[in-house]
């Protein structure tokens, strides 16, 4: 992989340990450069001065430097997001801070496209950092002592870091080639959409590389990036129940920008309403108290399910369709009339055809159909063999129109 690795992180505090990590890189032989995420002035010098980084910021450099800290970081934080993705030279990045340096430093990195080595040297990387990572692949080190000065086990720490990413970037031209000459396609999957899915990439694997991604929040936001990097030329979008967590609160949810990146590329897109009768809790104790007297289902003793309403189903569909409307790409959405889930099959805990009705008419009511935007009914529960050769025909259709 051509170009240099950039080290990023706020030199007025951590100069030494920066400066650390780009000597450990060169002496691997990989070139190097150190860029300055300060807010206030120093006298270090960087490759790329923070003025620079700042001037990326919509609103100029001003913006950044308020002389307010709490503001000019997160300014700073937007400047380098939009800073890194538009250089063409960036072969890795190494970050290192606390939690503010964390901050300043992940956001930019899970711009960057999926496969870009990316390591983030934390004080904060011990505890949950889904929020730091999201859906990318930033490998996060512990710094174990703070990120305050050098010493037997910071050297250590950094060091470590800094020959991991260095190995990264020397490794990038040996990887042995896979299924390359395959089209890319993402579908999502739940554990009640399984047996679709599995029946989809069983028909498609001959023909397309078939990545699957697992409907629990960051799994949909991941195919996402994979689409917005351009590494994913088309999905089947079977299973859409992290949008049940996000409006009704549950711990499995997507972000408002769900099927944003379709939006944004117009890559070809099937998608369907797996799971939509259920929202995803913790253990029962952890179930908000406005719930009470709902219809739930021990899932495991982690999780918790609650069935959607009629009212909820209505709220969902009618936010499906107006995000696909936004879609100027080949859109198909396929309507299981059988059931969305295999809890909603006849005789299971979740069945109830008259929300599900809602749902689907909320869908129907909503979507804007054309040629190249179509909503197609099926009397085939999510999980029927009819309805995997249907999304597998309507996936080919896609593509001949994109």
Not at 46 to 52: C, F, G, N, R, V
Not at 111 to 133: D, E, F, H, Q, R
Not at 139 to 148: K, R
Not at 149 to 164: F, M, Q
Request: hydrophobic share 45%.
């Amino acid at each position: 992989m051509a170009g240099r690795i950039y080290i990023a992180g706020t030199l007025d505090t951590k100069h030494a340990e920066l400066a650390y990590a780009r000597d450990a890189i060169r002496a691997m032989g990989e070139e190097a450069i150190l860029v300055d995420l300060s807010t206030q002035s120093h006298g270090h010098v960087a490759d790329i001065p923070a003025a620079e980084v700042a001037a990326h910021h919509p609103e100029g450099a001003k913006a950044v430097f308020t002389g307010d800290r709490g503001t000019a970081v997160a300014a700073m934080t937007e400047a380098f997001a939009r800073f890194l993705p538009e250089r063409d030279d960036v072969a890795g990045v190494l970050g290192l801070g606390g939690s503010g340096g964390t901050a300043l430093v992940a956001p930019a990195m899970r711009a960057l496209p999926v496969g870009v080595p990316k390591v983030l040297v934390s004080t904060i990387a011990s505890g949950n950092v889904a929020g730091y990572v999201g859906p990318t692949d930033i490998a996060m080190m512990y710094s174990v002592t703070d990120i305050a000065g050098l010493n037997r086990i910071s050297r250590l720490v950094i060091a470590n870091a800094a020959h991991a990413v260095a190995g990264m970037v020397k490794g990038a031209a040996t990887i042995a080639p896979g299924a390359e000459d395959k089209p890319p396609i993402g579908l999502t999957m739940f554990g009640v959409t399984t047996p679709c899915v599995n029946q989809v990439v069983e028909r498609l694997s001959g023909e397309f590389e078939c990545f699957v991604f697992h409907a629990t929040g960051t799994g949909g936001q991941s195919l996402e990036k994979l689409v917005d990097s351009g590494l994913i030329h088309a999905a089947i979008d079977a299973t859409t129940t992290e949008l049940c967590d996000l409006l009704m609160g549950g711990i499995f949810p997507c972000t408002e920008d769900r099927l944003g990146a379709f939006a944004r590329t117009g890559v070809p897109y099937v998608g369907s309403c797996g799971a939509l009768d259920m929202v995803n809790f913790g253990p029962p104790e952890t179930v908000p108290a406005r719930y009470e007297g709902r219809l739930f289902y021990r899932h495991n003793p982690q999780v918790t399910l609650m069935r959607t309403t009629p009212e909820e189903n209505a709220r969902m569909g009618t936010w499906l369709a107006e995000r696909l409307n936004r879609c100027n790409g080949p859109v198909r959405f396929l309507i299981p009339e059988g059931g969305v889930s295999l809890l909603d099959m006849p005789g299971q805990a979740f069945h109830d055809p008259a929300a599900d009705a809602v749902l689907f008419d909320a869908l129907e009511r909503t979507l804007k159909t054309g040629p190249r935007r179509k909503l197609l009914r099926l009397p085939h529960a999510i999980n029927d063999p009819a309805f995997a050769e249907a999304l597998v025909a309507q996936m080919h259709e896609a593509l001949k129109e994109a």
